[in-house]
């Protein structure tokens, strides 16, 4: 059951940009770490960013580092979790979902899946010509 809400996302042609957002009321004033992961057609999730509130600090898989960037805003008595996605290429289609996590280090550096309780409903994002 999703526990975030996301919104965002849709089509677009290679070299454009969409951005997803991920509205989160409840957990990520507990949960310090926030990330975006995504799952192509018939491929395991991956982990794509993450950000430690606590400092603000973000990393980012290899394959996105450079074109999509990870922030947040307070809006409204909520968090709400951003991924801009710029040059956006075929492999980037995926569903993307956002999660959050209450522990921070190598957990929320690389993403590790098990360590994220909330997530949302996801969002597809397709990229083609």
């Known amino acids: 059951q999703a526990q975030l809400a996301q919104s965002g996302g849709g089509s677009v042609q290679p070299g454009g940009s969409l951005r997803l957002s991920c509205t989160d009321s409840?957990?990520?004033?507990?949960?310090?770490?926030l990330a975006w992961f995504r799952q192509g057609s018939g491929k395991t999730r991956e982990w794509v960013a993450s950000l430690d509130t606590r400092n603000g600090s973000s990393w980012y898989t290899d394959s996105v580092q450079g074109r999509f960037t990870i922030s947040k805003e307070d809006a409204n008595n909520a968090l709400v979790l951003d991924l801009q996605m710029n040059a956006l290429t075929p492999e980037d289609t995926a569903m993307y979902y956002c999660?959050?996590?209450?522990?921070?280090?190598?957990?929320?550096?690389?993403?590790?899946?098990?360590?994220?309780?909330?997530w949302g409903q996801g969002t597809q994002v397709t990229v083609s010509s």
């Open positions: 409840e957990f990520a004033y507990r949960d310090h770490c």
């Open positions: 999660a959050t996590s209450r522990f921070t280090g190598p957990y929320c550096v690389r993403g590790h899946q098990p360590a994220f309780r909330h």
